[in-house]
T-cell receptor, first 112, second 115 residues
Framework: QQQVKQSPQSLIVQKGGISIINCAYE??????FPWYQQFPGKGPALLIA?????SEKKEGRFTISFNKSAKQFSLHIMDSQPGDSATYFC???????????FGGGTRLMVKP | EPEVTQTPSHQVTQMGQEVILRCVPI?????FYWYRQILGQKVEFLVS????????KSEIFDDQFSVERPDGSNFTLKIRSTKLEDSAMYFC?????????????FGEGSRLTVL
């Protein structure tokens, strides 16, 4: 019940395209849903996060869509750039982020 | 920009040996964490630490593991008797507030290889 399932495992997108990564969770007590970006050899870095009281949050080219009834949330990267090529992890927590449960990760490659 | 620093960046050890991984969290942060990432797999929570004691720990964090804040700046993870399956990247993180009220900042990780 603590699992967060992420798909796809890998994604190839052309420059300028939209990258979409999906996550699903079971634990209805989760109340904080961040997305992390990880470049090779680096630690995860917070990209954007959402709480279940809103259905969408946008920051620049990055948007989280949240569907509480379906227990799903997704990351959309608009106008994808080669510099966006990285591994993206969704995560969830049920106590304001103290103990994050990560999804399996999506390796995104944006082709020039 | 302040950052979480970790040492060593890579450590190779023999099975059964003790290992200490060190972290210097961001100076005004109050919550400290260790996560690990086995090669090619997801990031997994190990332990959180606040006010000089463990606040939460996962099933992975068994008696082989311990954490300590020996002084005002360092935060360490000790693995008493390493096993092959402890080989992973270990990430330290810190936050000013509890999770969602304060972003987790991760270090670059310490790669542990157990032979």
């Amino acid at each position: 019940q603590q699992q967060v399932k992420q798909s796809p495992q890998s994604l190839i997108v052309q420059k300028g395209g939209i990258s979409i990564i999906n996550c699903a969770y079971e634990n209805t007590a989760f109340d904080y849903f961040p997305w992390y970006q990880q470049f090779p050899g680096k630690g995860p870095a917070l990209l954007i996060a959402i709480r279940p009281d809103v259905s969408e949050k946008k920051e620049g080219r990055f948007t989280i869509s949240f569907n509480k009834s379906a227990k799903q949330f997704s990351l959309h990267i608009m106008d994808s750039q080669p510099g966006d090529s990285a591994t993206y992890f969704c995560a969830a927590s049920n106590n304001a982020g103290n103990m994050l449960t990560f999804g399996g990760g999506t390796r995104l490659m944006v082709k020039p | 920009e302040p950052e979480v620093t970790q040492t060593p960046s890579h450590q190779v050890t023999q099975m059964g040996q003790e290992v200490i991984l060190r972290c210097v969290p961001i100076s005004n942060h109050l919550y400290f964490y260790w996560y690990r990432q086995i090669l090619g797999q997801k990031v997994e929570f190990l332990v959180s630490f606040y006010n000089n004691e463990i606040s939460e720990k996962s099933e992975i964090f068994d008696d082989q593991f311990s954490v300590e804040r020996p002084d005002g700046s360092n935060f360490t993870l000790k693995i008493r008797s390493t096993k092959l399956e402890d080989s992973a990247m270990y990430f330290c993180a810190s936050s000013p507030g509890q999770g969602g009220t304060g972003e987790l900042f991760f270090g670059e990780g310490s790669r542990l290889t157990v032979l």
